[in-house]
């Protein structure tokens, strides 16, 4: 089934398999990540908006939850860009909610949360990831290149507000680590300061494993990034996992792979994997998938990644 504001499930090590809403235009973002797999930000912008009808997207959402079987684990609002920018953010979450038991995640680079009405929306969730690169003005601006007026101060007080109040549900952290640039024994115990303060209920780290939009935004190894977890206090590894993930019966691989391609650059071996574990031989896959022009090939970190033409490269 091919929707316009629904996509998934795609697996995740942090929410299993995820049934996304992308609720924003591609690329919509109040900041402009250097590790951002999407590419550079082309729609800076701190305006919230509905962007998309409320209806037509609960619309969409109500059809896939028919449709997707089995049932994935977990409904998240994320999409191509930040979700908090869709005015309607709480609605949605409502209106979500009134479709399905199944919980609901926002995945968010939390710039917002200096906002009541956003942390009031979020506080809906089931569960809220949100991003924390950076425990200074000067590295969050190196890192996250956010729109201008966007100040770190009230986005970290933001943080701490939303953490102290009355809320549905859970709040994960997730800091994106990068070498040279926020991995220093310094820049995590600063870190680790700040998360005290706000207390979480996960921590996780996390490093780019597909092409980012800077070349300059460089992986750590897994010897630091093992380091970092010990010190944010025991912090754990995220990341894209295919694991016990399956193409569904009677769905159509090169669409399947395609989905998932446009949320997240993907590596040929878990495309491999993945068609192994469906019972599908993944030679004519892949060869589609390369003779497809809606994609492209790409080499990063001695890895093959397929991407989606306009993508240039990791998502908050
Ligand atoms: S990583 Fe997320 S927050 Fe950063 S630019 Fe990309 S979409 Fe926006």
């Given at each position: 089934m091919n929707y316009?504001?629904?996509y998934g499930p795609i697996p995740s090590r942090r929410l299993g398999r995820s049934l996304g809403i992308s609720p924003i235009p591609d690329k919509t973002c109040n900041f402009s990540c250097i590790y951002c797999m999407l590419g550079r930000t082309d729609h800076l912008t701190n305006e919230r908006e509905e962007y998309f009808k409320l209806g037509d997207i609960l619309?969409?959402?109500d059809d896939a939850l028919?449709?997707?079987?089995?049932?994935?684990?977990?409904?998240?609002?994320?999409?191509?860009?930040e979700p908090t920018l869709y005015l309607r953010l709480g609605d949605l979450i409502q209106g979500a909610r009134r479709l399905t038991s199944i919980p609901i995640a926002v995945i968010t680079n939390g710039a917002l949360l200096s906002e009541p009405a956003v942390r009031e929306a979020l506080a809906e969730a089931d569960i809220v990831l949100t991003s924390f690169n950076a425990p200074t003005e000067e590295l969050f601006r190196r890192i996250n290149r956010p729109c201008p007026g966007i100040a770190f101060e009230a986005m970290k007080q933001g943080l701490l507000d939303f953490a102290h109040m009355r809320r549905r549900g859970q709040l994960w952290v997730?800091?994106?680590?990068?070498?040279g640039i926020n991995d220093s024994p310094e820049t995590l115990e600063q870190t680790r300061w700040v998360l005290q303060d706000v207390e979480p209920d996960r921590v996780f780290v996390d490093t780019?494993?597909?092409p980012p939009a800077e070349d300059f935004a460089r992986p750590v190894t897994p010897e630091a990034l093992m380091l970092a977890k010990k010190?944010?206090?025991?912090?754990?590894?995220?990341?894209f996992d295919f694991g016990a993930f399956t193409i569904a019966a009677g769905a159509d691989p090169l669409e399947t792979l395609a989905g998932v391609c446009k949320r997240h650059p993907m590596r040929e071996d878990q495309a491999i994997e993945l068609l192994v574990n469906s019972g599908i031989d993944p030679l004519p896959v892949l060869d589609a998938l390369r003779a497809d022009p809606r994609f492209r090939v790409e080499q990063y970190g001695g890895q093959t990644f397929f991407l989606v033409r306009e993508m240039n490269g990791g998502s908050a």
């Open positions: 316009r504001y629904i619309a969409e959402l028919r449709h997707v079987s089995p049932p994935p684990d977990h409904i998240s609002i994320v999409g191509n860009g997730e800091m994106m680590l990068l070498e780019p494993i597909r010190a944010l206090g025991g912090a754990q590894a995220s990341g």
